[in-house]
């Protein structure tokens, strides 16, 4: 296959963080500055390569800290890997977290401005979607209220009703799907396959194995930063919980 | 990565700035005509009861010192927190980051408009009138703004590895109120210091500003000259700064 009919190709990427960073004191910004090398470094990511070709849809799974969500950090291209390239193609729309890029004291509308501008639109564009929006988030009689008086359901309906409407080619997903009613539910996954039909790709972070096994057909497994397991999304899922079963047992 | 609207987004987010600040307010823009018409009343009894003094005008006097000085102070010291004000955006959104401190700059200038409304109507009322060298303010206005994002770009990314960074601004400010002629008239400042003074950006726009206000003449070509030189030197400053320190603004929010 071709480089370029790939949505997104991560080749040995590597993510370090070091420990303690943002409380540092004057005293330890000159000390490294003067070369002093900090030795608490925490390998987020370590050497993951993978790829996702247009219209696929890719689960990340793995346990909590096993690096999902520095994953998408790094694919969406909010920080920058130490090592290794990502290559993403296309418009990314990406939700990463509940209410980023809302403001609680913003009304409905204001926030879907604002949230439509971060994601790349333009006015004319976000005008054009508008309707649309407030219809497949369901919100409407709350539109004009301040998003802080929203209930965490609605405002996911709203961040994902302007994410999907943008029109990205990559819709990437971090958790939050699961605060959403069993209604809300299957009206997203029928958006996003009807999406991933478009030949639009799809990258999500969950715990809920029945959402991802319908909405995607690959998986990567995640533990410690390394890469277990990259394959298709049953025998990924069958080899994650065979470990989980057989450490449950060497534990008990 | 980001490819979108710049000025759409940043309208938005200068909408956004401006709406939180005034919505939980009673009084709402007002405040922004407050707070000079307080420290007017303030001044004036100050220094022409208590103190006496032979300048004519002495309110508009004032308002051209301290309508600079307020825009500048409130823009840096915003600018300076936006980013760890923003932490949000910057971890999950990726918008090009230099946005941020640039939009909570610009989002002062609609105070500014209201301050300069309220300095137009005391020139009118005290009979001074407007003259045709008001068309210099948009010029050094702008400058005084390229200089304000100079300063918020680069201090924004100092605050986000530094956090104490917003105390330094605030104390910054509170001794440039001393340094900007804004009470006192320019004339007294000894000579020697007289070309440093105009390369203080701050202190160079209050003196334009009482220049075309008060005297009705043009600014002067050398000041001119060093205001537009020290803005840019300093936008360029700011942005070449803020491009190196961006990389692991990730890891410090």
Not at chain 1, 159 to 164: D, H, L, N, R, T
Not at chain 1, 210 to 217: Q, S, T, Y
Not at chain 2, 56 to 62: M, N
Not at chain 2, 154 to 163: C, D, E, H, I, T
Request: aromatic fraction near 12%; charge should be positive; charged fraction near 20%.
């Amino acid at each position: 296959m071709k480089n370029d009919s790939k949505a997104i190709t991560c080749e040995n990427v590597w993510k370090t963080f070091r420990l303690h960073t943002g409380q540092k004191l004057l005293r330890q910004h000159l000390a490294s500055w003067f070369g002093e090398e900090p030795s608490n470094q925490f390998h987020a990511l370590k050497g993951v390569s993978f790829d996702v070709a247009a219209g696929e849809g890719l689960a990340v799974i793995g346990s909590n800290g096993a690096g999902k969500s520095t994953l998408l950090s790094v694919v969406v291209g909010l920080t920058q890997p130490e090592k290794g390239t990502v290559k993403v193609n296309g418009r990314v729309a990406a939700l990463l977290e509940l209410g980023s890029g809302f403001h609680p004291d913003l009304t409905g509308t204001e926030n879907v401005y604002l949230n439509a501008a971060l994601l790349g639109f333009n006015e004319r564009q976000t005008k054009a979607m508008y309707e649309e929006v407030v219809d497949f988030a369901g919100v409407r009689d709350f539109i004009d209220e301040p998003l802080r008086t929203y209930s965490s359901g609605m405002m996911l309906r709203l961040a994902f009703s302007v994410a999907i409407n943008v029109d990205p080619d990559v819709l990437i997903i971090d958790e939050i799907l699961a605060v959403g009613d069993a209604d809300f539910q299957t009206k997203c996954r029928e958006r996003i396959l009807g999406f991933r039909r478009a030949g639009k790709t799809f990258l999500c972070v969950s715990h809920a194995k029945a959402a991802l096994m319908e909405l995607c057909d690959r998986a990567v497994w995640l533990d410690h930063g390394e890469m277990m397991l990259c394959d298709r999304i049953d025998s990924v899922f069958e080899a994650y919980e065979g470990r989980a079963a057989a450490q449950k047992q060497s534990a008990g | 990565m980001w490819r979108g609207d710049y000025l759409f987004l940043l309208k938005n987010l200068i909408l956004k700035d401006f709406r939180v600040r005034y919505r939980n307010m009673s009084l709402g823009v007002l405040w922004s005509l407050l707070n000079p018409l307080v420290m007017l009343v303030v001044w004036s009894f100050v220094f022409t009861k208590i103190f006496t003094n032979p300048i004519r005008h002495f309110s508009l006097f004032i308002l051209c010192g301290i309508v600079p000085f307020n825009f500048f102070t409130v823009a840096w010291s915003s600018g300076t927190t936006s980013l760890v004000d923003s932490a949000g955006l910057i971890k999950r959104v990726p918008i090009p980051r230099e946005i941020v401190p640039i939009a909570s700059v610009l989002s002062n200038c609609l105070h500014l408009a209201i301050q300069m409304s309220l300095l137009l109507v005391f020139v009118l009322a005290s009979g001074v009138g407007v003259n045709v060298y008001w068309f210099f303010l948009p010029l050094i206005w702008a400058l005084e703004i390229v200089f304000a994002c100079g300063m918020a770009l680069l201090f924004s990314a100092f605050n986000v590895y530094v956090r104490d960074t917003r105390y330094f601004v605030e104390s910054s400010n509170l001794v440039l109120f001393w340094l900007v002629p804004i009470f006192y008239p320019f004339s007294l400042v000894p000579p020697r210091f007289k070309d440093l003074y105009q390369f203080n950006p701050i202190a160079a726009l209050v003196l334009a500003m009482r220049d075309i206000v008060l005297e009705a003449k043009a600014p002067s070509h050398v000041l001119l000259i060093k205001l537009t030189l020290v803005s840019f030197l300093v936008l360029g400053t700011g942005l070449l700064g803020f491009r190196r320190l961006k990389p692991r603004f990730f890891d410090y929010l």
